[in-house]
């Protein structure tokens, strides 16, 4: 009798991690089939939250007191990135602090002219390299 217990136990253990593991394959077949959608979808809504989040954290006034400089910047760093002028490291250096300034909702005049500084930096010391993994 306890032999025939134990049968029906492990049996329906066996059961119980086989079906699971084919709804589990079965979610990852249509996760697979689907990843493209899947991964805009993540990011378009990632994207739209960090880009209202950086919005919302630009102090009032900072644009329109650095006007010439931010916009040169900005324009001298997107040019130099998008032409493979600018290093990873220099791009993630920029990227890591707007993000760290980021990290309590406001971003101050000091880590604004930072993000900046490293802007004109990466630009201006990228001038002649042209970055292989972008070709």
């Known amino acids: 009798m306890a032999w025939s ?6 049996g329906g253990f066996i059961v119980g991690f086989g079906s699971c593991a084919v709804l589990m394959a079965a979610a990852g077949g249509i996760a697979w089939h689907y990843k493209y959608r899947l991964a805009s979808r993540f990011v378009q809504s990632y994207a739209i939250e960090l880009g209202e989040s950086l919005f919302r954290a630009v102090p009032d006034g900072y ?10 910047a ?3 760093f997107t040019n130099g990135v998008s032409r493979g ?8 250096q920029v990227t890591s602090l707007l993000l760290a300034g980021m990290a309590d909702g406001v ?3 000091r880590e604004l002219d930072r ?6 930096a990466a630009t201006s010391a990228g001038s002649g390299v042209v970055n ?3 070709r």
């Open 5 to 10: 217990r134990r049968r029906l136990v492990v």
């Open 74 to 76: 900005l324009d001298a």
């Open 115 to 120: 993000v900046v500084e490293a802007m004109e």
């Open 85 to 92: 002028h600018v290093r990873k490291a220099e791009i993630s």
């Open 132 to 134: 292989p993994e972008v």
């Open 107 to 109: 971003l101050t005049y």
């Open 63 to 72: 644009v329109t007191k650095n006007k010439e400089r931010v916009i040169a």
